[in-house]
């Protein structure tokens, strides 16, 4: 045994197999590391379609919280626009303001002031380009929908206050849309598969099972040639 050890011809494939993981090691770091920095070049899109002012009220509170500091807005005259846009690899997601929005919004308020029990909630509507990565979709996601639920928590908050204010009280039916008048669609524009773009695991498997064939190939070349007398 102590001269299989000896034999550097079987051993060499191991050490060039250890020495290509820490390459790919060393490769790999550099990107989770730098993950932040490249955070400003997510590109974003809003579309403001609101024949209201409260459309404008998003796009003010967008520029002020996210100033370009972390993402690339841009603001398209229209849904088909964004939707082109996504389709064409120019942005990672949009959100949409309908041209309903405002007035959507203000039946929600009557609904809760009146205390009929019938209202639902505007929509704001998401559009994912689920074509280019997990992460880079899910930092979409997780960012249009992060601007999406602080206007429904701010529209929330202002109904609350005039309820407090004039002392009325609310239809317990009614506490879900008080607390949620806004609505996230979410919609992914290529169509893809569900279960595209999940994971490293296909990557993780096939590295695994070559890692593990050529040291298993090699300990039975090892074995063979002691068994013929090669290795005494």
Do not use: C
């Amino acid at each position: 045994m102590n001269q299989l050890f000896k034999l550097s011809s079987s051993w060499f494939p191991i050490w060039l197999i250890s020495l290509l993981m820490l390459v790919m090691v060393f490769v790999y770091l550099p990107i989770f590391k730098g993950a932040k920095q490249n955070m400003s070049d997510v590109p974003l899109i809003i579309v403001n379609e609101d024949k209201g002012k409260i459309g404008d009220a998003i796009l003010l509170n967008l520029i002020e919280k996210q100033n370009g500091n972390s993402f690339k807005w841009k603001v398209d005259e229209n849904r088909e626009d964004a939707f082109n846009d996504i389709r064409n690899n120019k942005a990672y997601g949009a959100l949409i303001i309908p041209s309903d929005y405002s007035k959507n919004l203000g039946e929600v308020h009557d609904t809760l002031l009146s205390g009929l029990t019938n209202g639902q909630p505007a929509d704001l509507e998401v559009l994912l380009n689920e074509g280019i990565g997990q992460t880079a979709t899910m930092i979409a996601s997780n960012t249009l929908q992060t601007v999406a639920l602080s206007t429904s928590k701010e529209i929330s908050s202002q109904f609350k206050e005039e309820l407090l204010q004039k002392g009325m009280s609310l239809a317990p039916e009614n506490a879900s849309l008080l607390d949620n008048p806004v609505k996230i669609v979410s919609t992914n524009v290529l169509g893809l598969p569900v279960n595209l773009n999940k994971g490293m695991t296909p990557f993780v498997m096939a590295l695994i099972s070559s890692i593990t064939g050529m040291l298993g190939a090699n300990m039975i070349h090892g074995y063979l040639l002691r068994s013929n007398g090669t290795l005494t």
